[in-house]
């Protein structure tokens, strides 16, 4: 982690790695929102003081070397999202700090970090304390973020629980195009474990099959979307696209044309792959909702029972709004 000192006079403490102002000259300026080092252009710099800002500054990732975040009011809120934005591409952090007590929160965020602090001689000390614990740290392993690829290959799970659910608000996805047999969508109480959801398109003697529609589970599930990031179910809308993969492994991209909120019964699932991870779903009670069997077979969620194996995906990440970062966290 580097610290950027905004004294331009002042160059001369140990442990800085730039100046910074905001004139052409120093190690370190910015000009009508373009960054530059040592006169190159090296990335953006954004003022964050609204949400159109933040998503100015989250544009910029994977285009750019450096993202510098100054802010109206200091927050972490912002300086968490953009590092989950940026995680998994090439572009860096820096931040600004006015008060010695944000050195620890933006060089900590995340269980990542900011790659620079950009602070005052007031904030210094506090600056370089984290540098120094951050220097610490990279001598540790770091965990890497699987690939869009490798988060979406399918594996058996093994049914360890079946209980009732309780009711609550349970969520179908209806969708712009039609899902053939094995197709379904990933859904998961876990950003770690994901079942494949089967959709409504086998006959039952009792209603039609509504071949576009998913009956994807409770509220606060997440689903996996088409870019390889996750949004809870609730937070799902018409115009955006998901995930559709089949017990092949094929996956496709699917627009959401309605999504449909209901009380209902549910069914509690747990389950674990090979390696023991465990996840579960809260799926709703009924002969139409199907999950994948191992062997490819459609199979009622008020069929299944423990020991059943069904397909799904796991992933070695958590998630921060919906991103893929490699901090650490627990979910149960």
């Not at 905004?6 to 790695?17: L, Q, R, V």
């Amino acid at each position: 982690m580097e610290v950027w000192l905004d004294a331009p006079g002042n160059t001369e403490h140990e442990g800085i790695n730039a100046s910074f102002s905001e004139h052409e000259g120093h190690d370190i300026w910015s000009n009508e929102g373009v960054l530059y080092r040592n006169g190159v252009m090296i990335g953006g710099h954004v003022h964050i003081d609204s949400e159109a800002s933040q998503m100015k500054a989250r544009s910029l990732a994977g285009s750019v070397e450096w993202i510098l975040l100054t802010f109206e009011d200091w927050s972490m809120i912002p300086i968490e999202n953009i590092l989950a934005a940026t995680e998994s591409t090439p572009t860096k952090v820096a931040a600004q700090i006015t008060q010695p007590i944000e050195a620890q929160g933006a060089g900590f965020a995340l269980d990542i970090g900011v790659d620079a602090l950009l602070c005052t001689e007031e904030c210094l000390e506090s600056a370089l304390i984290v540098k120094s614990l951050r220097q610490e740290d990279s001598t540790a392993p770091v965990p890497t973020s699987p690939s869009h690829s490798d988060s979406v290959k399918l594996t058996s799970m093994t049914i360890t629980d079946v209980q009732e659910g309780h009711s609550g608000d349970r969520v179908c996805i209806d969708l712009l195009s039609m899902l053939d047999e094995g197709e379904g969508v990933l859904i998961g109480s876990t950003a770690r474990s994901f079942i494949l959801i089967h959709g409504e398109t086998i006959q039952s003697k009792y209603v039609p099959t509504r071949p576009f529609r998913i009956n994807a589970g409770s509220v606060d599930a997440y689903a996996y979307l088409a870019d390889g990031s996750t949004k809870y179910l609730c937070e799902l809308k018409s115009g955006e696209d998901v995930c559709i993969i089949g017990s092949n492994g094929i996956s496709r991209i699917a627009t959401i044309g309605r999504m449909k909120i209901e009380t209902r019964p549910f069914i509690l699932l747990r389950f674990e792959d090979e390696n023991t991870n465990e996840g579960h779903a809260f799926i709703q009670q009924a002969e139409t909702v199907r999950l994948v069997l191992e062997n490819g077979e459609a199979c009622s969620v008020t069929n299944l029972s423990v020991g059943d194996r069904i397909l799904g995906c796991t992933s070695t990440s958590t998630r921060h709004v919906g991103q893929s970062i490699s901090a650490p966290s627990e979910e149960r």
